[in-house]
């Protein structure tokens, strides 16, 4: 089996021939190549050869697109900090004066949308069908706390929920539009990131109305339209593992925080799950640590397959390449008999 | 008008009506007596927080409402003299990391503890922290780091006020989830505080001349 086929025989349930390691990669590939940050966000061939060079050196299973840097929330009218990206200006200060001038985002015109797709058509045809291609997308409920400030938006939750609604409807047709251009682009993955929506942040009640609900909603428009979703709650989501469940995802992308032995206890064999290895440990562990570690992920969420090893969150970019390395090891030695 | 209702008030976050039972207690209660029992409040809600019976909005609602309490009852107390030596801190999110719903709170509740808070928001740099550290005679100087991948920003800190010979003016406290005891014992952190009680108590024992 190629990566590819690795990848989608798992995500479809059935038995690979080993474990696949899908590493939570964003500039950590252009890190190994002297590449900044700033380098890659200005650069779609920087991007696109760094994540492809690396995934064939140390040969694990995905590409992902230049993910995770507030470009929805941008496209829509936060202001991010100059070759950075975090927010500097949220959109919505006033939701009576502001969310008049939303429009709902176009993906191949706003903002840095059209560069990433760019980078995702030209990752799928690099890669092909011989790796997995990853395309990322905010939550609808992490887009708005990017448009209202995450402090905000999480009183607003308690104090004005009638607004956060509103505008939670508006960030679902966009989130909705985008994932669609992700797929066209070629994303073989969507891979969908709700970083507040652990219980490290809010409760189950506020997580399912003002997330999940919302989430859901997105997800089901992508699934008609032929796409595979991953799902990633940073933080501790062992409480409402069932919640993330439901939201039938092809792949649950799990932080470390959570027990993968009580994950797939809870779970079963209901959806794949990805995950969990420590993001801290691949920075400042040693192989052999990364190494150990891998194997109890292996055995607690992987032992009878539908399971993807990978970080609990995204790698540091300095991750040193022999850590990120063992962990490609560890899937690449865990053979399933089939 | 009670201390407990002033209290409840607060913990559920009902700004307005918080401050209007508050205008109402002053008038039968010392301010110290006051700031005392809505320290115990909050000191309360932490537990809550702690048992996951309530999360971060019910805390950000809760300290908004405090904020707004001991803008009116700080007044008070420092007619009467009580206010207490107030420290100053410089916060923020270091450089490269956005996060900042934690480190809003510890600034919430160090300021409704009495302190001085100077919140340079997210993304900031060593030198940024220095500068305005040196400016504002801060005492303590708070940097979060959320991320595995910003949290070298925290150790960069540290080898600047060092390099700067000025090491020793300032406290260093870190926090945020990508840290812990051991990496704040690493970089030579003064300490580090897991949340934004832990964070008042440190400030208050510092203020009140007690070793930390």
Not at chain 2, 175 to 197: E, T
Request: aromatic share 6%; with cysteine.
């Amino acid at each position: 089996m190629n990566s590819y086929e690795r990848v989608m025989t798992v995500l479809n349930g059935e038995t690979a021939d080993r474990v696949p390691v899908i590493p939570l990669i964003r500039e950590w590939p252009a890190r190994q190549l002297g590449w900044s940050l700033g380098e890659v966000l200005s650069s779609v061939e920087k991007h696109v050869f760094s994540q492809y060079h690396l995934a064939l050196e140390l040969d694990y299973d995905c590409v992902y697109d230049l993910n995770a840097i507030n470009a929805e929330a941008e496209a829509l009218g936060s202001v991010l900090k100059d070759n950075d990206i975090s927010v500097a200006r949220y959109a919505i200060e006033d939701y009576d004066r502001d969310c008049k001038r939303l429009r709902l985002l176009d993906p191949f015109r706003d903002g840095r949308l059209p560069m990433i797709l760019e980078g995702i058509r030209r990752l799928k045809e690099i890669a092909g069908f011989q790796k997995v291609v990853v395309g990322y997308m905010q939550s609808p409920f992490r887009l708005a706390s990017m448009l209202r400030g995450p402090n905000r938006i999480l009183v607003d939750c308690l104090r004005q929920p009638d607004r956060v609604s509103g505008l939670l409807d508006f960030c679902t047709h966009c989130q909705a539009l985008y994932g669609m251009a992700l797929v066209r682009a070629g994303a073989d993955i969507v891979d969908i990131s709700d970083p507040l929506a652990s219980g490290d942040v809010m409760s189950r009640e506020m997580c399912y109305e003002f997330s999940l609900r919302h989430s859901a909603t997105v997800i089901g428009f992508l699934k008609r339209a032929g796409a595979m979703i991953s799902y990633h709650v940073c933080g501790d989501t062992t409480d409402r593992l069932d919640m993330l469940a439901g939201l039938e995802v092809d792949a649950l992308s799990i932080d470390h925080k959570v027990d993968l032995k009580v994950a797939r206890e809870r779970l079963g064999d209901r959806v794949c799950l990805l995950g969990n290895v420590d993001p801290e440990l691949l920075l400042s562990g040693s192989p052999e640590e990364v190494g150990a570690v891998c194997q109890r992920c292996i055995e607690d969420g992987g032992r009878d397959g539908h399971f993807i090893l990978s970080s609990g969150c995204l790698i540091p970019a300095d991750a040193p390449l022999e850590n990120v390395g063992a962990m490609v090891d560890a899937g690449r030695n865990h053979a399933y008999r089939t | 008008m009670s201390l407990d209702l002033l209290v409840k008030e607060v913990c559920c976050g009902n700004n307005e009506r918080a401050v209007e039972v508050a205008q109402g207690v002053l008038r039968t209660t010392a301010p110290a007596r006051i700031v005392e029992a809505l320290t115990w409040g909050m000191r309360s809600l932490g537990d809550r927080f702690d048992k996951r019976e309530i999360f971060i909005p019910e805390l950000l609602v809760a300290s908004e409402a405090m904020g707004a309490v001991m803008g009116v009852v700080e007044p008070h107390l420092r007619q009467e003299g009580k206010e207490g030596a107030r420290t100053t801190c410089v916060i923020g999110t270091v450089a490269g990391d956005m996060h900042e719903i934690g480190k809003n709170l510890v600034a919430m509740f160090l300021r409704a503890s009495g302190h001085q808070v100077i919140d340079l928001g997210c993304d900031v740099k060593p030198e940024l922290f220095l500068e305005v550290a040196e400016q504002e005679r801060a005492h303590v100087i708070g940097c979060s780091s959320l991320m595995t991948t910003s949290r070298m920003e925290q150790r960069h800190l540290i080898d600047l006020l060092v390099r700067k010979g000025v090491r020793e003016k300032y406290r260093v406290i870190v926090g945020g989830a990508a840290v812990g005891d051991r990496w704040a014992k690493q970089i030579g952190a003064d300490a580090y505080l897991p949340d934004a009680f832990a964070a008042a108590q440190y400030m208050n024992e510092l203020a009140a001349g007690r070793s930390v």
